[in-house]
T-cell receptor, first 114, second 115 residues
Framework: DGGITQSPKYLFRKEGQNVTLSCEQN?????MYWYRQDPGQGLRLIYY???????QKGDIAEGYSVSREKKESFPLTVTSAQKNPTAFYLC?????????????FGQGTRLTVV | AQSVTQLGSHVSVSEGALVLLRCNYS??????LFWYVQYPNQGLQLLLK??????LVKGINGFEAEFKKSETSFHLTKPSAHMSDAAEYFC?????????????FGKGTKLSVKP
C-alpha cells in the first residue's frame, strides 16, 4: 500500500544533541512538508520541498534543517539550536502544489527532550 | 494574510446528537478549504474538501460541510454522533498567492462523545 512512513514513532533527545527524523513516501509525490504540532496550537510549517534538491523555510524553520536528495525521502534534523524541541512532528506530501491538492500525512514522531 | 479560526477548542456531544464544528477563514481571494481528522498519536486524515462548484460537500464517515462565502465559514456537521467520532478536527485553507502548496491550519477542535 502507498503511504508515508515516519520513524521512529517515539524519540528521546538529550539537551545539546542533534536528532534526525525520517520521512519516506512511496506515493510518487513531488512535494513534501514538515509540520510541528503543539497542544492547542494546530500545525505549523517548518520546511517544505517541491522538487528534489530544493526546499524552502516555513514559518518556524529556526533550529531545524532538511535535505531532499531523493524524491521519496525528506529527513528533518532537529539541531541543538532548537530551544524547545519537545513536540509531535508530522510529515506530509502532495502530488503537486495545486490549490486543490490533498495532503497525505504520516503517523508522526513524538520527540521528547530528557 | 490568510488565516483560519476554529471556534471552540473542545466540543462535547452525546452519542446520537448533532455534531457542529465551526470554522471561519479570512481570505481576500477564493479559498480552497479542507477538514482533517486526527485520532490520538496519529497523523491527519482528510475528511472532505471544498475547491469549486457545489457548496455543500460530503465527506467520509457521514460528515459534511457547507461553504458560505457571505459568512466566510466552512462549518463541519454530522447528524448523529458516534463514539468513534471522538478525535481532534482541523480546518485548513489554501488560496492563490499563498506559499506553494502550504496548508494554513486552525488550532483544532477536540470532539468528545458521551455515551
Amino acid at each position: 500500500d502507498g503511504g508515508i512512513t515516519q520513524s521512529p514513532k517515539y524519540l528521546f533527545r538529550k539537551e545539546g544533541q542533534n536528532v534526525t527524523l525520517s520521512c519516506e513516501q512511496n506515493l510518487n509525490h513531488d512535494a513534501m512538508y514538515w509540520y510541528r504540532q503543539d497542544p492547542g496550537q494546530g500545525l505549523r510549517l517548518i520546511y517544505y520541498s517541491q522538487i528534489v534538491n530544493d526546499f524552502q523555510k516555513g514559518d518556524i524553520a529556526e533550529g531545524y534543517s532538511v535535505s531532499r536528495e531523493k524524491k521519496e525521502s525528506f529527513p528533518l534534523t532537529v539541531t541543538s539550536a532548537q530551544k524547545n524541541p519537545t513536540a509531535f512532528y508530522l510529515c506530509a506530501s502532495t502530488r503537486g502544489v495545486g490549490l486543490n491538492t490533498e495532503a497525505f500525512f504520516g503517523q508522526g514522531t513524538r520527540l521528547t527532550v530528557v | 494574510a490568510q488565516s483560519v479560526t476554529q471556534l471552540g477548542s473542545h466540543v462535547s456531544v452525546s452519542e446520537g446528537a448533532l455534531v457542529l464544528l465551526r470554522c471561519n477563514y479570512s481570505s481576500s481571494v477564493p479559498p480552497y478549504l479542507f477538514w482533517y481528522v486526527q485520532y490520538p498519536n496519529q497523523g491527519l486524515q482528510l475528511l472532505l474538501k471544498y475547491t469549486t462548484g457545489a457548496t455543500l460537500v460530503k465527506g467520509i464517515n457521514g460528515f459534511e460541510a457547507e461553504f458560505k462565502k457571505s459568512e466566510t465559514s466552512f462549518h463541519l456537521t454530522k447528524p448523529s454522533a458516534h463514539m468513534s467520532d471522538a478525535a481532534e478536527y482541523f480546518c485548513a485553507v489554501r488560496h492563490e498567492g499563498g506559499s506553494q502548496g502550504n496548508l494554513i491550519f486552525g488550532k483544532g477542535t477536540k470532539l468528545s462523545v458521551k455515551p
